[in-house]
């Protein structure tokens, strides 16, 4: 674990061991959200505990639903209705909750506040309200930015037709997709322009059957039909390893020796399983044998990689590019910019900082390689993943890589430092 004002230190070193992949926050976060919702107790088990797991469990709590957070197992007896929170809802950073919870928070019978830290409160969220307000719901922003905070007067969703836009977070998909099957009719949703990240709404409908649910989708016309006044049914749910949060060890095993992580599952609804063809695709050596997958230094190469399926993948993949012979070109990357942080400026000015070559273009990111990198301080302005690719980095540097507010990793990944330790890396964290 790391606290506020966290040093990481990483020394250029060799990496060989297992480690065992963290549970998902984004299936954690589905699931909590189900379990609001359904009639009867929700087991959560091996639930993600980082910042935005937890944050997820504290909304639900917060709307009326007992929730006992045990070692390894959450149980959750849900309210008969979503209720109104007795004080602001504080969502962290975590805009897998604020958008969820909105939506659901329409089902309540009173006004729900929600809001969150800086960082979450510059990320968008206007199209999921006018979404609602097609469906009857009264919602707004305070600011009137199409930003949070957000008012949601709650009294129940009408359902009917709805579109909206994909290309900008599907996280708003998702929303609809489990706050309408409690509409008082059904709820049908056209998804306008493309659907990006799909992935993440095929991982909420999984999660949604789980719990008895039950939505009509057409990926190929957009299109998704939620019939209303459906019973969801508490259930026991398994999260499963999070290959987001696995890719960051599985990067440092194809840049500095070798690295295996357990707990993956091979047929899974998460689009970040692609780190495994990707790396393979760049010359990197990656096997799997059931639940583990083992990545072992290979020389890479440049090649062009489509990233509206896989934004998260963009900056522990900008590290391997540096390390990659020739050109890597990342196409599809603006949704980066209203992520955490502007992760477009933060991946370039990382790369360039480390020694790198990089530069963003349009829609794209150009890395040039191979580079050699040499340690630096890195600040990753409070972002995650831009944290932890910079610790990737810093296993081929030269010299010390300081990442200053490094606590920011418990966001998703709450023992990744510990991790990258026991695979033998030279990594101190200094706690503030």
């Known amino acids: 674990m790391t606290g506020r004002g966290t040093i990481a230190v990483v020394r250029g070193s060799e990496v060989d061991g297992t480690v065992r992949a963290p549970p998902s926050k984004s299936l954690t976060q589905r699931a909590v959200a189900c379990a609001l919702i359904a009639d009867g107790r929700t087991e959560v088990v091996n639930p993600s505990t980082s910042d935005d797991g937890t944050v997820a469990a504290m909304v639900a709590r917060s709307m009326g639903a007992r929730v006992r957070m045990g070692d390894g197992v959450w149980t959750i007896d849900p309210p008969s209705r979503p209720e109104a929170p007795e004080d602001v809802v504080d969502c962290g ?25 800086r960082s979450l409160r510059r990320r968008p969220i206007g199209e999921l309200l006018e979404a609602l ?11 009137h930015n199409g930003l949070p905070p ?19 977070s599907s996280q708003y998909i998702s929303a609809l997709i489990l706050a309408c099957t409690r509409a008082d009719s059904q709820t049908s949703i056209q998804v306008l322009k493309s659907l990006e990240s799909a992935d993440y709404v095929m991982m909420s409908l999984d999660v949604l059957r789980e719990f008895g649910g039950i939505a009509g989708s057409d990926f190929v016309s957009l299109r998704f039909k939620i019939p209303g ?66 990545a072992t230094r290979n020389r890479l190469m440049g090649v062009e990689i489509d990233c509206s399926e ?28 209203i992520k955490e942080s502007d992760r477009v400026e933060g991946v370039v000015s990382m790369i360039n900082r480390l020694g790198g070559r990089a530069k963003a273009e349009g829609d794209d990111i150009i890395v040039k390689g191979p580079s050699t990198l040499r340690g630096t301080e890195i600040d990753p302005r409070e972002d995650h993943r831009i944290a932890m690719a910079a610790a990737v980095a810093g296993l081929v540097a030269s010299g010390e890589t300081v990442i200053r507010g490094a606590e920011c990793v418990s966001k998703s990944y709450p023992g990744f430092f510990s991790d990258l330790k026991d695979l033998g890396a030279g990594v101190e964290v200094i706690r503030g």
């Not at 009857?136 to 305070?142: I, K, L, M, P």
């Not at 957000?150 to 900008?168: A, F, K, M």
């Not at 019973?231 to 194809?254: H, M, Q």
């Open 310 to 337: 896989v934004p998260d993948l963009v900056p522990v993949l900008g590290v391997l590019a540096t390390q990659a012979e020739g050109v890597t070109v990342f196409r599809r990357v603006s949704r980066l910019r």
């Open 133 to 143: 307000g097609g469906l009857g719901v009264h919602s707004f922003s305070t600011r």
């Open 93 to 117: 950073g975590s805009a897998t909750s604020m958008r969820l919870f909105t939506a659901i928070a329409a089902l309540a019978d009173g006004a729900t506040v929600l809001t969150g830290n």
């Open 229 to 294: 006044r459906q019973a969801l049914r508490g259930c026991r749910l398994v999260v499963e390893g999070d290959y987001s949060s696995a890719a960051f060890v599985i990067a440092a095993g194809a840049l500095a020796g070798r690295a295996s992580v357990t707990g993956l599952k091979a047929r899974t609804s998460q689009g970040d399983r692609r780190i495994l063809e990707i790396i393979e695709r760049m010359g990197g050596r990656i096997s799997v044998d059931g639940c583990t997958a083992t």
């Open 150 to 168: 957000v008012v949601v007067e709650g009294g129940g969703i009408r359902g009917g037709t709805v579109s909206i836009r994909g290309d900008v």
